[in-house]
Nanobody, 122 residues
Framework: QVQLVESGGGLVQPGGSLRLSCAASGSIFSINAMGWYRQAPGKQRELVANIITSVGTINYADFVKGRFTISRDNAKNTVYLQMNSLKPEDTAVYYC???????????????WGQGTQVTVSS
């Protein structure tokens, strides 16, 4: 079993900053990718940013480029999302995502955290 635990959400004023953290634990053999998605009320879940470990690439959604930075601590199986210059439209539940295997040669599975609320409002 694999667990993803997020922290760091909250209420912030427009222009402010927040840092989200997501720690993965459990029977992890390898991590193929980790990242963040978000879902606003009435909207579909969308990719914010992710790190594809297998090819060493980082992807950002256009709406966060230049404002958000994703990083990862491999030793801690933790991924971070530094969010600067936050806007009201960034308000959403942010979900941590991990694509991982639990055994050598085994298939990859998609895991999700429970979500953390980010509210940008004055």
């Amino acid at each position: 079993q694999v667990q993803l635990v997020e922290s760091g959400g909250g209420l912030v004023q427009p222009g402010g900053s927040l840092r989200l953290s997501c720690a993965a634990s459990g029977s992890i053999f390898s991590i193929n990718a980790m990242g963040w998605y978000r879902q606003a009320p009435g909207k579909q879940r969308e990719l914010v940013a992710n790190i594809i470990t297998s090819v060493g690439t980082i992807n950002y959604a256009d709406f966060v480029k230049g404002r958000f930075t994703i990083s990862r601590d491999n030793a801690k199986n933790t991924v971070y999302l530094q969010m600067n210059s936050l806007k009201p439209e960034d308000t959403a539940v942010y979900y941590c995502n991990g694509v991982m295997t639990t055994a050598w040669g085994g298939p990859s599975f998609n895991y999700w955290g429970q979500g953390t609320q980010v509210t940008v409002s004055s």
